[in-house]
């Protein structure tokens, strides 16, 4: 079997991160291997939370990893609570040869979150350069190369050594997908959108894409995929409220 690290926080409600990715990555029929960035309470869009920043652990993590002979087919990262967690990764992966997916989490609808600034950021963009794929959404992809032309920021990412740029949250008339940039082509896959913001959604996407390319898919194929699973999970799912996520439990068999 593949085996894939994932490199994420854990929230014990909101649905997101590590408690998502994990079991699609295992429907999709890879091993999965989670190493926390944190540890929460809960995701932060409830309001009040708390939160262990797992910092220390990490490198410790990794160098157990190395002892017992640890090699990956894929790293997926996603949330990060320091800058030196990213450091962390760079410096263990640093000749590997596994695919390597990075959504750089730092931030949405033309905002960065809280605490993402100075070195988090500058170190967050050397891991996305250093990514064979970025799942970025606008705000995302406009912070990691200081253009607004999406088009022209894809190009400056491709030009830093990324094979795929997949840009997340895309919208036209009424559908919501993503924007596939590779150095030859560029494909748009959209599907209807249903609601507004779910926890989670981001954190599927990029799980279901590693996985659907360990599998040996295109990233073009496996965008599509990940694109239609979030929709069909969004049209199931009976959350009153958006933070508690999505219900994708109901759905893991359409990956199996
Ligand atoms: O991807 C959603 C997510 C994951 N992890 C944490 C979050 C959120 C969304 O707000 O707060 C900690």
Redesign the pocket.
């Known amino acids: 079997m593949k085996k894939c690290a994932v490199i994420?926080?854990i929230?014990g409600f909101?649905k997101?991160?590590l408690v998502a990715q994990l079991p699609v990555l295992s429907a999709l029929g890879t091993q999965a291997h989670p190493a926390p960035t944190?540890v929460?309470s809960n995701?932060?869009?409830y309001g009040s939370?708390y939160?262990c920043d797992m910092t220390s652990f990490l490198k410790p993590c990794f160098e157990q990893w190395k002892k017992l002979g640890a090699e990956f087919d894929g790293i997926l990262t996603?949330?990060f609570a320091s800058a030196q967690e990213v450091r962390t990764v760079l410096d263990f992966f640093s000749d590997t040869k596994a695919l390597f997916v990075v959504d750089p989490?730092m931030g949405d609808n033309g905002e960065l979150?809280d605490g993402f600034t100075g070195s988090l950021c500058e170190e967050i963009k050397k891991l996305a350069c250093r990514a064979d794929i970025i799942t970025p959404n606008f705000t995302e992809l406009r912070c990691l190369t200081g253009e607004s032309n999406v088009n022209k920021a894809a190009q400056i990412m491709l030009e830093s050594g990324n094979k795929a740029v997949v840009l997340t949250g895309v919208e036209e008339n009424g559908l919501i997908g993503s924007r596939v940039f590779t150095r030859g082509e560029c494909k748009t896959f959209l599907s209807p959108k249903r609601g507004g913001y779910f926890?989670?959604?981001?954190?599927i996407f990029s799980a279901v894409l590693t996985g659907m390319m360990l599998r040996g898919e295109s990233v073009f194929d496996a965008a599509r995929t990940a694109g239609e699973f979030i929709s069909n999970v969004i049209s199931v799912t009976e959350a009153e409220n958006s933070?508690d996520g999505v219900d994708f439990e109901k759905r893991l068999g359409d990956l199996i």
């Open positions: 994420n926080d929230s909101g997101c991160s944190a929460l995701q932060t869009a939370y939160s996603g949330y989490v979150y926890s989670g959604t981001g954190d933070q």
